[in-house]
């Protein structure tokens, strides 16, 4: 999987979460929490998709770091 399949793929797993329907349009800095309306209880679901979509375990510190769809690119990509 290429880097830009793999942000395509993070993307649509946010997209869905944040019920978005252009997942191309989520820019990098765009914060999932204040910029994208995902809230906490829903945290927990993108976690889970984002573990499920790219079969990784992603520590909850790590998780909790990430809060840009750029910052959970890279999470990804660092344990895929």
């Known amino acids: 999987m290429t880097a830009q399949e793999r942000g395509t793929q993070v993307r649509q ?3 869905e979460i944040a019920k ?8 990098d800095d765009a914060d999932v929490y204040r910029d994208l309306g995902i ?4 945290a927990l679901d993108l976690l889970l998709s984002l573990e499920d979509t790219f079969e990784i375990s992603i520590p ?10 750029g910052s959970l690119d890279n999470l990804v990509a660092s344990l895929s």
């Open 60 to 69: 909850d510190e790590a998780f909790g770091d990430a809060r840009t769809v």
């Open 13 to 15: 797993v946010i997209a």
């Open 20 to 27: 978005i329907d252009d997942a191309g349009s989520l820019a």
């Open 39 to 42: 809230k906490s209880v829903n």
